[in-house]
Each structure stands twice: as structure tokens, then as C-alpha cells.
């Protein structure tokens, strides 16, 4: 354990066993607090210690540096005035929580969670002997943006770096409404997590047993060769930076589009259009792919700056599936993209990836997309193109499965994930998560209350409402089956390279 991470587990046990009561930076109001102690304290500089969702008082993310946010606009008291408010008195005016009607756990037995659920336990493993202790979490503390603890159904957030763009928010307010789909039933829990996209806990630094349980991170994505936490990401709830929908209007959008023109009368050359100045070796090299005639590519570079002005008219994705063929590269890391690009129906060429989120490690090549390889990347893209375009019906069955996988994948069963992940990550913890004196509460009018117009309207159009059954039925950790799955994988992108030889 860290000597820093030490420091701030001891901190924090002293505090819970009553030897020390750090002083928050306000003292707890009742919500009918007179406005003369509203106007000292916004007058005061006290408000200038408070740490936000939408980034007051915090720096960005050290490990992925991006420019900071003006939050400071506005005159001082104004500013003041609106984060003491958003911050310490909107959630007082719910006295108590009414709790919805939600399931209750004698319900009747729901249908089986879909098979790729099994990462859940697989991705718990490394502390399913030595379990999470606090001190363990604590590690986890320099690698984490913020930090969530749950408590009697009630989220309190802990603010440690600002996020790029709105990520904090839309990914706090899915822990609000997974709290609010499932009342009463999510367990209590104390977890840290990133919101940059890079993994970052090494596998091979733990594999020995001698650096002891490695931490436990939360974040978007992971790889084989790490141990982040992979937690379904911001965009399910909207990413209005880009325009892009809530995923249940998102998807149902896309998959509009793709019925514009059938199958046979789609473009039949492979389709990319993203941004690909974001230090992507894999992006760059997808440059040179782009002649139609020699390898069977159109691929367009996205200027989101540009699009801006345009009113994002040009870069609507339920207007891109008009190809037979769509490219999937990463990005930086792991790319939000590879679900809109499955839901279009057309056959998706995924581009060795290295990076895995929550729902990708379900995909089967040759079932739900066409594996592509990222050596000699343009003629393996053009082998796909031309396979595809030679057996047409296995190609379009091929873009059907893939937009049907993408289909199931409802929020209810991203809530659902959300739940088991959460509820089987607090039974390994051996302590009673608490919220420390640097958390605040934060509920749907707090969060609310800090985000402007545009903000606000994909926030409430993905509000979501008490399910009256249980979440589906997580079934036991299967390390074989899961074993299984990556030799499968691993046979058919082999077939498939061998195939690409044999046509060289």
C-alpha cells in the first residue's frame, strides 16, 4: 500500500471511529436556512473550496490532460449563490425520499441475463480470495476522478479531477437512475472511478500475488492485459457535446435510417467517418485506406468543430448506414462509436481491437461482425469488402445479427448489468461503506441544478422510471465458459487470417 493512500485510509478510519471530525466546508443547513447565511457565505471565498460535477474547483485529470472549462463566468455572487445552492441545499428539500414502488425480492423469477453478463465475475476475480478492504479501495484513490458510495439508497459523490466535457455528470446521473429504476435494492457500496478512457491497473503487476489485491478501479473500458473495471459509459444517457441522443432515441433512430435503402441497393464499399487526431496509430493508418476503387473504402475525417456550426446536420448517424460496410477503429482507446456503428444493420468491420467495454466482449466474429486485421490494413479491408460482396446473403445475415445484438441491449438490460456489477462488487467489500466528510449528496434536482439548458433536456429525456420486476437472473461464475469464448474467438479471426492469405 501507497504511503499516500495510507495517509488517507488512516485519515478517514480515525474519523469514522470518532477520534477526529474533519470540518465540511459548510456547516449541514436545514433547508428553511435564512437567506442572510445564503448571502455571507456567498460573499465569503469558503465557496471556492467546493468541488463540483460540472468542474468548479477542480483540475483536470493529470493522466489525460484536456483544456479546462470556463466555469467561472458570470459575477462572483451569482456563481457563489448557484453552487451553494446546487450544492448543499437542493437535495435538503427532499426531506425524505420517496421511495417508488419498485420490485420487491419475493417477485417472481425474472428471464436469465444474457450470456456476456458472465464477465461480470470474471472481471470481479482478482479480489474474489483477498476481498476489498478499505485500505485496498484507498489505492484505488490516485488513479480515480471521483468517487461513489451509495448508503441506504442515497448516492454521495466525492470530486477529486474534473472530467472532459459532461462525462461526470451523464455518468452520475446513470448511478442516480439505476438507484431510481431498481429502489430499495441496490446494495451499499464505496467504489472509485475514472472517467478517461485509458486502463491503467497492469495486469502483470499483480499476477505474483507479491504487490498484494491490485485496486479496484471503475471506468469505460478495459483490455486483457488489465484489471480496470469495465462500467457501461456516459453516452447510454445522451452526449450532447456531439448531439448524440440518449441510446433508446439513438438507437431507434439508427435503425430507421438503415431502412432507408435494402440491403442490395446499399453502396457496397466499406464506410468510415470519424475524427482521427486523437493520437490512434490504427485512425492514421485507416487514412491511407481511402480509395474506393483500389481498396473499397470511403473514408472521411469528422471535424465535430465544424459539424458544431452546421447544427451537427452532417454528422447524424442515422444518416450513415447507407454502406454495406462500416468501419470500427479505436480511438485514443476504446471508442463510444462501436455501438452506433453495430446498430446500423450493414456487415461492421472491426479492427483488431484492443480495448473491451462492458457489452463487446459478447460479439463473436463472423456472427455478429467481420474481424479485420490490423496488419496490411487496407488489403484486409478490402478482402472483407470483396467477401461480402460475393456472398452478399451472409454478409447482410452477418450486419442483421449484429444490429439485433444491439437491439437487446436495452437499458433495461444496461441497468441490469449496472446492478449485478454493482451488488456483486459490494459483497466482496469487508467494510460499511460511509460517505466521507468531502462527499456531498447528490440527487436528480442537484445535478440538475447545475446543468444549462441543452444539458438539461438530454438529462430529463433519459430519466428513467421503477421497474416492477427484479433485475434478470446473473447466473454463477463460469471461468471455463469464459475460457471458451476467447479460444472460439481466437479460431475464427485465425480462419479468417488464413483465409486473407490464401487470397494474397
Known amino acids: 500500500m501507497s504511503q499516500k493512500a495510507s495517509e488517507i485510509a ?53 493522466w489525460h490532460l484536456f483544456p479546462p472549462k470556463d466555469v467561472n463566468e458570470g459575477p462572483r455572487y451569482a456563481r457563489a449563490s448557484k453552487i451553494i445552492q ?5 437535495c435538503l ?11 420487491s425480492r419475493s417477485s417472481s423469477p425474472t428471464s436469465t441475463c444474457p450470456s456476456f453478463f458472465h464477465w461480470i465475475h470474471h472481471d470481479l476475480e482478482p479480489w474474489s480470495r483477498s476481498r476489498i478492504s478499505f485500505s485496498t479501495l484507498m489505492e484505488a484513490r490516485q488513479l480515480a476522478a471521483f468517487r461513489v458510495v451509495i448508503v441506504g439508497g442515497r448516492l454521495y459523490v466525492d470530486f477529486y479531477y474534473d472530467c472532459v466535457q459532461s462525462r461526470a455528470m451523464f455518468t452520475i446521473w446513470g448511478f442516480l437512475q439505476l438507484l431510481k429504476r431498481y429502489p430499495g435494492l441496490v446494495p451499499d457500496v464505496d467504489l472509485m472511478f475514472d472517467c478517461m478512457d485509458k486502463p491503467v491497473v497492469n495486469k ?46 439513438e438507437f431507434k433512430s439508427i435503425k430507421q435510417g438503415s431502412q432507408d435503402v435494402i440491403w442490395r441497393r446499399k453502396w457496397p464499399r466499406a464506410y468510415w467517418k470519424g475524427n482521427p487526431d486523437v493520437q490512434s496509430p490504427i485512425r492514421t493508418e485507416l487514412l491511407n485506406c481511402n480509395d474506393s476503387r483500389k481498396w473499397g473504402a470511403e473514408i472521411l475525417r469528422q471535424n465535430w468543430f465544424e459539424e458544431a456550426k452546421g447544427g451537427f446536420e452532417q454528422s447524424k448517424l442515422s444518416k450513415q448506414c447507407n454502406h454495406r460496410y462500416k468501419i470500427y ?3 485514443y482507446a476504446w471508442s463510444v462509436s462501436l455501438k452506433y456503428i453495430l446498430s446500423c444493420g450493414s456487415l461492421s468491420l472491426i479492427i483488431s481491437p484492443q480495448y473491451e467495454d462492458f457489452f463487446s466482449r459478447g460479439l463473436v466474429p463472423k456472427e455478429n461482425y467481420w474481424p479485420v486485421s490490423d496488419i496490411d490494413l487496407c488489403r ?40 449485478h456489477l454493482v451488488s456483486e462488487y459490494s459483497k466482496l467489500q469487508d467494510f460499511k ?23 438539461r433536456e438530454f438529462l430529463e429525456s433519459s430519466t428513467a422510471s421503477s421497474s416492477l420486476s427484479l433485475p434478470c437472473t446473473l447466473q454463477p461464475a463460469d471461468h471455463d465458459l469464459i475460457e471458451s469464448w476467447i479460444q472460439k474467438k481466437r479460431k475464427i479471426i485465425g480462419d479468417v487470417r488464413m483465409m486473407e492469405k490464401k487470397r494474397a
Not at 93 to 103: D, F, H, K, N, T
Not at 222 to 239: N, R, Y
Not at 434 to 451: I, K, M, N, T
Request: hydrophobic share 30%; aromatic share 12%.
Open 10 to 62: 488512516g485519515k478517514e478510519w480515525a474519523c469514522r471511529r470518532g477520534i477526529t471530525q474533519p470540518k465540511p466546508a459548510f456547516p449541514a443547513p436545514s433547508f428553511h436556512t435564512s437567506l442572510s447565511w445564503l448571502s455571507s457565505l456567498s460573499q465569503s471565498s469558503s465557496y471556492l473550496r467546493t468541488k463540483t460535477v460540472v468542474g468548479h474547483n477542480l483540475e483536470p485529470t493529470p
Open 86 to 90: 446546487c450544492s448543499y441545499l437542493t
Open 433 to 455: 461503506p460511509a460517505p466521507p466528510s468531502s462527499a456531498q449528496e447528490v440527487c436528480e434536482e442537484s445535478l440538475l441544478c447545475f446543468a444549462d439548458a441543452k444539458l
Open 204 to 249: 502483470t503487476e499483480y499476477e505474483l500475488g507479491t504487490k498484494g489485491p491490485p485496486p479496484p478501479l471503475f471506468r469505460y473500458c478495459t483490455t486483457s492485459g488489465h484489471l480496470d473495471i469495465p462500467f457501461p459509459d456516459w453516452s447510454f444517457w445522451g452526449w450532447p457535446e456531439v448531439n448524440i441522443r440518449p441510446w433508446v432515441e
Open 329 to 331: 477503429a479505436e480511438g
Open 93 to 103: 428539500r427532499r426531506s425524505s425520499y420517496a421511495v417508488e414502488q419498485g420490485p
Open 380 to 419: 484486409s479491408i478490402k478482402f472483407a469488402v470483396d467477401w461480402g460482396n460475393a456472398n452478399p446473403s451472409q454478409a447482410e445475415a452477418i450486419g442483421k445479427r449484429g444490429q439485433i445484438f444491439m437491439e437487446s441491449l436495452s437499458m433495461d438490460r444496461v441497468y441490469d448489468y449496472m446492478y
